[in-house]
Antibody, heavy 117, light 113 residues
Framework: QVQLVQSGAEVKKPGASVKVSCKAS????????FAWVRQAPGQGLEWMGR????????NYARKFQGRVTMTTDTSTSTAYLELRSLKSDDTAIYYC??????????WGQGTLVTVSS | QSVLTQPPSVSGALGQRVTISCTGS?????????VHWYQKLPGTAPKLLIY???NRPSGVPERISGSKSGTSASLAITGLQAEDEADYYC?????????????FGTGTKVTVL
């Protein structure tokens, strides 16, 4: 079955960077793109961006442009999210999800990133 | 702030019907972009409930349905069950002069009385 398994929780200091991985299995990796979504404590879902596994094209939410990089490694069927210049309000659970046309399904289990001095 | 507005909460008794609205504008839902719905239970990843305005993935019960009209969309849950108590989010695409982006609604908490 289709499965997305994300890397473990991270604790970072303000100003640092974090890189979260998402390993896919159970389907042809290059047939679908990936989206990254986060949920801060007590807040709603927030779309961060998406990446095509076919050509690497990315579309980042305006809020994160200049601070985020999404990549994929087809040799290991893994997608990556890197977020730089972390601030305390970047503390959130970060989810990867497979994209079809415009919806996302399924989702990874989530990775908690805590930004604290 | 999201460009898709949902009521913060809705509630209903067991067995009743509840609806959740998702109000957008001419740059997203009103422009013809599809609306999708997700269920978020505490401590778990979101789950796709409805895609393409009114399509259910396999495994989602028929008592859950979606619709879209004009600049709004709705999710309906009939025969409300205890397991339906969760947060629900709509999602669509927004294209304006400031750019084109995917967006989530503000989220709605469903409480089963």
């Amino acid at each position: 079955q289709v499965q997305l398994v994300q890397s473990g929780a991270e604790v970072k200091k303000p100003g640092a960077s974090v890189k979260v991985s998402c390993k896919a299995s159970g389907y042809t990796f290059t047939s679908y793109g990936f989206a990254w979504v986060r949920q801060a404590p007590g807040q709603g879902l927030e779309w961060m961006g998406r990446i095509s596994t076919y050509n690497g094209n990315t579309n980042y939410a305006r809020k994160f442009q200049g601070r985020v990089t999404m990549t994929t490694d087809t040799s290991t069927s893994t997608a990556y999210l890197e977020l730089r210049s972390l601030k305390s309000d970047d503390t959130a659970i970060y989810y990867c999800a497979r994209t079809t046309s415009t919806w996302v399904d399924p989702w990874g289990q989530g990775t908690l990133v805590t930004v604290s001095s | 702030q999201s460009v898709l507005t949902q009521p913060p909460s809705v509630s209903g008794a067991l067995g009743q019907r509840v609806t959740i609205s998702c109000t957008g504008s001419s740059s997203n839902i009103g422009a013809g972009y599809e609306v999708h719905w997700y269920q978020k239970l505490p401590g778990t990843a979101p789950k796709l409930l409805i895609y393409g305005n009114n399509n259910r993935p396999s495994g989602v019960p028929e008592r859950i349905s979606g619709s879209k009209s004009g600049t709004s969309a709705s999710l309906a849950i009939t025969g409300l069950q205890a397991e339906d108590e969760a947060d629900y989010y709509c999602q669509s695409y927004d294209s304006s002069l400031s750019g084109s982006f995917y967006v989530f609604g503000t989220g709605t908490k469903v409480t089963v009385l």
